[in-house]
């Protein structure tokens, strides 16, 4: 049981795999009984929380999350949000994906990094903003991409700090604009997210490092911003087929011989 209370975040909720039974104390004051699906949903707006009974164990997954980070982006939106109500049971399949993707992150051994996380928190706040939003100017057109100029801009940005934990906040203010114009923009541009380009890049910049000598594999993976030796191994073997230990063997019999070794599975990236 959870008595009532008041907090000061918005939180999105997610139930366990398996149905859940409880029951919410309903603005008449009498108890309505609830039964969820598995992985629903359940809306808690800021200040007031009802009473809760569950009379089913439950381990609920919990996203707390600031409102003026939800202001920011409803103006980014250029709509205008309704007050939020507790609602419990939601099923919204895109909400769904994205906590899930957020909590893999969190209990990764090697995790992505600030702007894969920056970037699922925001697509997070805008599908949870579609829920309930009265749209005043949604654009239909193809999204126009960055100019040349400003896209080089934030190119030479991120081969300037590919070494450290960028976030999708500076790349925007590189762009001039706000974090869900440049996303699409960028997309537009380049037919990657900025944390797809990102990690091509720094994979790009790996393969560089790990084709000269004197470079320890750990000190290629941290001069390429990759958070961890294993995270950089796990990111060659997903994309390349080889670990980097691999990779440079072949490189080195290659500059060798003239030529990759038969079994090699290298690509060309």
């Known amino acids: 049981e959870r008595t009532a209370a008041s907090i000061d975040r918005q939180v999105i909720s997610m139930f366990p795999s398996s149905p859940c039974r ?49 202001r920011s982006v409803s103006d980014e939106l250029n709509c205008v949000a309704v007050e939020p109500q507790f609602r419990p049971g939601l099923k919204e399949t895109s909400i769904q994906r994205i906590l899930g993707m957020l909590v893999d992150e969190l209990e990764a051994e090697q995790p992505f990094g600030r702007l894969y996380v920056d970037s699922l928190a925001h697509a997070l706040v805008t599908r949870y903003l579609l829920l309930d939003l009265r749209p005043i100017r949604m654009p239909r057109s193809r999204p126009t991409a960055l100019v040349p100029r400003i896209l080089s801009r934030v190119r030479e940005k991120i081969d300037a700090n590919l070494g450290t934990d960028l976030s999708l906040e500076s790349l925007a203010e590189e762009s001039g604009y706000s974090r869900a114009h440049f996303l699409r923009m960028f997309r537009a541009a380049t037919g990657l997210t900025p944390h797809q380009y990102v990690l091509d890049l720094r994979l790009r910049r790996a393969q560089e490092r790990l084709r000269q000598a004197g470079s320890s594999i750990i000190d290629v993976a941290m001069s390429c911003g990759f958070s961890s030796q294993s995270h950089m191994t796990s990111v060659f073997r997903r994309r390349l087929e080889m670990t980097p230990g691999e990779f440079r063997r072949n490189a080195w019999i290659e500059r060798r011989c003239g030529h990759a070794p038969a079994t090699s599975t290298m690509r060309v990236f």
């Open 22 to 70: 409880f029951e919410y104390r309903g603005i008449s004051g009498e108890f309505v009984a609830t039964v969820t699906r598995s992985r629903a949903l359940m809306i808690t707006p800021l200040g007031p929380v009802p009473d809760l009974r569950f009379h089913t164990p439950a381990e609920l997954t919990h996203c707390a999350i600031q409102d003026e980070f939800i």
